[in-house]
């Protein structure tokens, strides 16, 4: 399950989310990630969290046992860190509803890192087929490179992925003129890849709503990829949610 907390003013859902292996064995992905000292806990946002307590108990033990990222980082480095960023937790007393509404079948279809990710809702999986089938009909006929086509950063196109290929809708981060840096906006990964891969997409599928939904886990802080422990906590967090369909609620602060 994926609880949606709130949402970033950039568009990034945040949210809990729950796991498990089986029926009787469901777990808080935050929790697991804390308890194995592979994130810390954000205490000015943990207040806000149903599952507060929790997630207090496993920050605490992976620190007492030094576990993960406690191995090289003290509580009053963590403390400096928190009163440089000037942050005050007495405006953050909102209570949510859990009940604010149903919820929404999704599955996971990019890992960024430990802490983001990217989730499709399942009743849009079959739409997503229709547009890859409808896209390989309409950009498929162009066989080479249009010589008016000039891609530019913010451009949504058509790429090539895969073997056999197909073509996706991409939204095009940068370019040198030679390759270009684009994300799939339908599923979140990022790729670079050579002019050549790229086609003009039209309007029809260009203004459609993008199927990939970019999350982040609140109420915890995982390294990020450079730092120690980013891979690890990535890797594990991918295993735990891999391949698996969520339920994803959406929730709002009265």
């Keep these: 399950y994926s609880f949606l907390h709130s949402t970033h003013f950039t568009g990034t859902m945040l949210g809990s989310m729950m796991s498990s292996t089986n029926q009787d064995n469901k777990y808080n992905v935050g929790v697991r990630l804390l308890e194995l000292g592979l994130a810390r806990l954000v205490p000015y946002s943990a207040e806000r969290s149903p599952y507060r307590k929790e997630l207090e108990r496993a920050s605490e033990a992976a620190r007492e046992s030094k576990l993960g990222i406690w191995k090289f980082q003290t509580e009053e480095i963590l403390m ?47 739409t997503l087929e229709l547009l890859k089938d409808r896209m390989m009909k309409d950009v498929g006929l162009v066989r080479e490179v249009d010589t008016d086509f000039k891609p530019q950063k913010g451009m949504v196109c058509a790429a090539s992925y895969g073997s056999p290929s197909a ?88």
């Design 80 to 126: 400096k860190g928190v009163r440089r960023g000037g942050l005050d937790t007495s405006e953050n007393e909102d209570e949510f509803d859990m009940e604010s509404s149903k919820p929404i079948k999704v599955k996971i279809s990019e890992v960024v890192n430990g802490n983001t990710f990217y989730v499709q809702r399942v009743s849009d999986l079959n």
């Design 167 to 254: 073509w996706y809708r991409a939204e095009i981060t940068s370019t040198d003129g030679k390759k270009a840096n684009i994300t799939y906006i339908d599923f979140g990964n990022v790729e670079d890849v050579p002019l050549s891969r790229l086609r003009p997409l039209s309007e029809e599928f260009a203004s459609l709503d993008r199927f990939a939904l970019r999350c982040e886990l609140s109420f915890v802080r995982v390294p990020s990829l450079d730092k120690n422990y980013g891979q690890d906590s990535a890797m594990y967090f991918g295993r735990l949610v891999w391949d698996q369909t969520l339920m994803m609620h959406e929730l709002r602060f009265d």
